[in-house]
């Protein structure tokens, strides 16, 4: 597991963002009857996996262009060993929560609850954080003495909430990533032009 962070290139011209496309993925097991009346699905997965797709055409630069978007990606992509690590990454318009976010409810027991977003209902989990985050017990700000946070996203508070006090947090995060391939294509045509590709990564879940 590798904490390097990777900086998504700014496109110049003032082209507003880099086109990023991020798909939810869940695993689900589907089996029919044998009369195909009906269908049993099982999902296995809690927590969606991230399939984050980068559109290259804006990157500029070369293999020996210091910092250029090019070497960046490249130099990424071998630090990586290819799809054998992941990294970090502060993901435009997805990377902070600055509105109160539940992430549970104390029961008079408990005292580790996992850091999670939710989406009108849709659960997802946030292991990397950016930065201390603010920990809330029924509306009020906790003393960054009185819990503990994992490198995992693990709120572990000295005592536990009482029943049914609502746990909420604001703060920054990162996506962990790793690349999908074990081989990359950068294709550069000349001038600091680069034909339209994509760089393909899939999100972490830490175990």
Known sequence: MSNTIYTIPVPPNGAWAVPITRTPRFNTIRQDTAAYR????????PYPVWDV??????????????????????????????????????????NTISTAMPFGFGDGVTTAFQITRTFAGFLDIIQNLNGSPSIFVNGVLQA????????????????????????????????????????????????????????????????
Request: charged fraction near 10%; proline fraction near 4%; glycine fraction near 10%.
């Open 38 to 45: 009906g269908q049993t699905r099982i999902s296995l997965s």
């Open 144 to 207: 960054a003495n009185t819990y503990g946070i994992s490198n995992t996203g693990i709120v572990t508070f000295s005592s536990p909430p009482g029943v049914a006090v609502p746990l909420t947090w604001t703060g920054s995060f990162y996506y962990r990533l790793h690349f999908v391939d074990d081989s990359l294509q950068l294709q550069f045509i000349g001038n600091n032009v680069f034909t339209a590709s994509t760089l393909k990564f899939e999100s972490v879940i830490l175990p």
């Open 53 to 94: 797709e980068i559109d290259t055409a804006y990157f500029t630069g070369s293999e020996s262009t210091i910092s250029s978007s090019y070497q960046l990606a490249l130099g990424l992509f071998g630090q990586m060993k290819g799809s054998a690590d992941d990294f970090l990454v502060t993901m435009p318009g997805d």
